[in-house]
């Protein structure tokens, strides 16, 4: 039996590298003949530059010092693959730089992708910048970026204070720039950012209102459409900064997956073991497993999903090309899922290598 096992990280838990050896190592207990081929994926969230780099061990890394969401100094990372340069936003606005106790949208700034988007304009020969968007703990629309990039206005707006705000001078000349998205969300309404995210980043009702108060008032200076563009509302808001740049967004999944021929992958598998942390509604709306699963439908090959937990309707994901979801939370109870992630993830591909 040939086996692809193509999970997303399991956040705060396992990498996505760790989620597929584990997966491996418990299909291998039972089924030591089968052949598995290991490919970890990434939607343009976390693990987004690791998992192109490991397709292309050709590129170059370059380390640039930055900022985290609440200004704190981090340190980000560019992969430089030929004339593309690859940037993970959440190298500087991830979610994961804040404890709990830190999470607020309100606070949060994507300020330090300025500094990442900058470096990679200066690397000599790229003519492309590819950006991860996902795992974001802002909620800002890129004001600062776009700020930085000679769009002040949007900035003033956001801000709500009518004063004015001075334009930078980093430029984009004579570069294509694209957002990898792993949503399809507006930047406003029901579906905007602030409703669907905010709560995921801290934000109580109220604060869920001011949000979305604010990027309404972003919404009103930039270029017409703009706001409605499905992705728009990706990583805070930061796919409609890309679209007011100019440049164009993408599926993330569908990015990576051409990017280390998972097609190809796909075609010669007997069965595919996927996952994440949380598999829920808004998996299935751009996220590696929707992109796994409605590749493999299309291929007549049967996806098997190990997530920490699983609250997307049996309905939607079966329509998806889900052939079967195990929760890891539900199997093992909630503690020992988080406290012993990879044990669980093994144990649960034990028992499917069994049946």
């Not at 207990?29 to 939607?43: I, Q």
Request: proline share 6%; hydrophobic share 45%; aromatic share 4%.
């Amino acid at each position: 039996m040939r086996l692809l096992i193509c999970p997303d990280k399991f956040a705060g838990t396992l990498s996505a590298p760790d989620a597929a050896e584990a997966v491996a190592d418990g299909w291998r207990s039972v089924r030591p003949d089968d052949e598995l081929v290991l490919r970890p994926l990434a939607d343009g969230g976390p693990g987004f530059v690791d998992v192109l780099a490991a397709a292309h061990p050709e590129g170059k890394r370059f380390p640039v010092p930055t900022t985290d969401p609440l200004g704190r100094p981090v340190t980000g990372e560019i992969l430089v693959v030929g004339e593309t340069a690859y940037v993970e936003s959440a190298h500087a606005c991830g979610l994961h730089h804040l404890s709990p106790a830190e999470r607020d949208p309100r606070r949060a700034r994507s300020a330090g992708l300025l500094a990442l988007l900058t470096a990679a304009t200066e690397v000599h020969g790229v003519r492309r910048i590819v950006i991860g968007l996902g795992g974001s703990a802002t909620n800002d629309a890129g004001v600062r970026v776009l700020a930085g990039f000679g769009r002040p206005e949007a900035l003033a707006a956001y801000a709500g204070n009518g004063q004015g705000v001075e334009a930078g001078t980093a430029t984009l000349d004579g570069i294509e720039l694209i957002g990898a998205t792993d949503v399809d969300n507006p930047l406003t309404g029901a579906r905007g950012a602030s409703h669907v995210f905010g709560p995921q980043k801290g934000a109580d009702p109220a604060a869920v209102e001011e949000l979305e108060a604010a990027l309404i008032r972003v919404a009103s200076v930039l270029p017409e459409g703009i706001a409605e563009t499905p992705g728009a509302g990706a990583a805070g808001g930061l796919g409609a900064a890309i679209l007011a740049l100019g440049g164009r967004l993408t599926s993330g999944i569908q990015l990576v997956r051409d990017a280390i021929g998972l097609d190809d992958e796909l075609r010669q598998a007997d069965l595919v073991i996927t996952g994440e942390g949380s598999f829920d509604d808004q998996s299935l709306h751009g996220k590696v497993i929707d992109g796994v699963a409605g590749a493999g439908a299309a291929l007549g090959v049967p996806v098997v999903v190990i997530a920490g937990r699983v609250t997307a309707e049996p309905a939607a994901w079966r329509a998806a090309g889900v052939t079967r979801a195990l929760s890891l939370s539900e199997e093992f109870g909630l503690e020992r899922a988080l406290g012993d992630a990879r044990g669980c993830v093994r144990a649960a591909a034990t028992r499917l290598a069994g049946e």
